[in-house]
């Protein structure tokens, strides 16, 4: 940890990393495991967004499988030939929407290897059955196209007939190859991602979805003001591609110029469907509607000025501003300007860490981060342990309640909605027992042999860095 800390920026940081992955195992998944919340950053976010971004110029080997359309026909083949044979998961993105960052086409495959080795530092899974891919059709970064370092096909990214073959081919080799193994879509272009989520079969999930911070952000809401109902409204708006983006609850959330009246929306928009009055800024729709939330998935910094905020702490006592746009250039406000504008009265959660603050009277308040590490991994694992049919949307449920009952109140008032990440296996075990249960009690899934109680099963499960040889 002490030569970590000597090396000077985040991405040399990665880089050492990654050169300790691969030169000392043993060594690198007990850095990884007894200093989580310490190298969680320079593994994922926000350093694993630099690391998309100039991929094809670091000195570094890909730890996953790229397959491209030169391996049409031969997809299975390819799986087939991986040194991996005993894989239990799969991290799969296609590049073309890789954080807030936009197409990085092949480049993507630092995106995949980030999420994978969560499943380990989280949930305990051995990385042996952990698979990172990369689908490369091309891609429409211009810049990359013209570098002479980019590894990856030197084309513009196809569609149609020739990218819905590839994907076709690749989940039919998939489930020959390994019939029960779950599979997660990272960061694909919005359009592929519904398709292929809907048509990938049970064993899918996409990246977690805001839900659990939502609740986590009204639960804080409805402690601190001693559960009055008045005092709560259940209305989260996201600033998106539209001016605003509304989550859960559907029938108090908006899109503002997205009326119910409106044909032809994309069927991912239709829940969201209401008649109401557009408005033409965020500031505007916060007037109109006084939501209780403001979750940024935008990635437009800046999005919530100070007199978004302001006007948010103007209506609520508690107003809940999450801006979780990745990485942190991206975000659409940062930890102390979501103080300050707010007056010290926000519930603060961000998609990248931010360090704390200490006001003027000596009290430190923790930023809290959004971090889907706490969801993903556990729900994966639950999948895996279960043998499980399908992970439903009862299942995300279940885990963003058990996430957010796990901190105590005096913690939650000092700004920390989640555990410390240096407590994300147990917080991941009890997660993962919640979900697992669940899924035996739905028959989606069946009880392990040897299974008496959940959480000690999962804790008893989770692997082990293996001692070094001397």
């Known amino acids: 940890m002490q030569r970590l800390k000597a090396v000077a920026s985040p991405i040399e940081k990665y880089l050492q990393l990654r050169t300790l992955a691969v030169e000392n195992i043993p060594e690198y998944y007990k850095l990884l495991l007894n200093h989580t919340e310490e190298v969680l950053p320079f593994i994922y976010t926000p350093t694993v967004g630099e690391a998309c971004e100039r991929y094809h110029e670091l000195p570094l080997t890909p730890h996953g499988l790229y397959i491209s359309l030169a391996d049409r026909g031969s997809v299975l083949q390819k799986l087939r030939a991986c040194q991996q044979q005993d894989v239990s998961v799969v991290v799969v993105t296609d590049g073309e929407r890789i954080l807030g960052l936009g197409d990085l086409g092949a480049n993507g495959m630092g995106i995949a290897e980030g999420k994978i080795t969560l499943y380990t530092a989280g949930a305990g899974l051995d990385p042996r059955v952990c698979l990172p891919v990369c689908i490369d059709v091309g891609t429409n970064n211009a810049t990359l196209l013209q570098d002479a370092r980019y590894k990856g096909l030197r084309h513009k990214r196809v569609q149609g007939e020739q990218y819905e073959g590839l994907m076709d081919e690749f989940m039919a080799a998939l489930s020959a190859w390994r019939p029960h193994v779950l599979l997660q879509f990272e960061d694909f272009g919005n359009t592929n991602a519904f398709r292929w989520v809907g ?8 990246a977690a979805p805001a839900q659990p911070w939502a609740l986590r952000g009204h639960r804080m809401c409805w402690d601190l003001t001693q559960g009055h109902r008045h005092e709560r409204m259940p209305l989260h708006c996201a600033v998106a591609a539209s001016p605003v983006l509304c989550l859960e609850p559907r029938m108090h959330t908006y899109l503002p110029g997205i009326e119910a009246s409106r044909t032809h929306l994309p069927h991912h928009k239709q829940p969201f469907a209401h008649d109401v009055s557009p408005q033409s800024t965020l500031l505007a729709a916060i007037k109109a509607l006084r939501p209780t939330s403001l979750i940024g998935v935008s990635t437009s910094t800046g999005a919530f000025t100070e007199a978004v905020v302001s006007a948010m702490a103007d209506m609520h006592p508690h107003p809940i501003i999450f801006p979780l746009s990745n990485p942190t250039s991206k975000s659409e406000c940062t930890f102390q ?12 959660a961000s998609g990248s860490p931010y360090d704390p603050i200490t006001t003027s009277d000596g009290h430190t308040i923790y930023p809290a981060q959004a971090n889907n590490a706490y969801i993903f991994p556990a729900l994966g694992a639950a999948a895996v342990l279960t043998r499980c049919s399908k992970i439903t949307d009862e299942c995300f449920l279940v885990a963003a309640e058990t996430l957010a009952e796990l901190s105590p109140v005096d913690e939650i008032q000092n700004g920390r909605l989640f555990p410390p990440l240096s407590q994300l296996r147990q917080v991941s075990a ?12 739905t028959r989606l899934g069946s009880r392990p042999s040897g299974c008496e109680d959940w ?3 999962v804790t008893s499960r989770m692997w082990a860095a293996p001692r070094a040889k001397i």
Do not use: E
């Not at 048509?199 to 996409?206: D, I």
């Open 199 to 206: 048509l990938a079969g049970p064993h899918k999930q996409g």
């Open 337 to 348: 300007q979501a103080l300050t504008w707010s007056r010290g009265k926000a519930i603060f």
């Open 455 to 457: 959480l000690s099963y």
């Open 430 to 441: 009890k997660v993962t027992a919640a979900v697992a249960a669940l899924m035996v009690s």
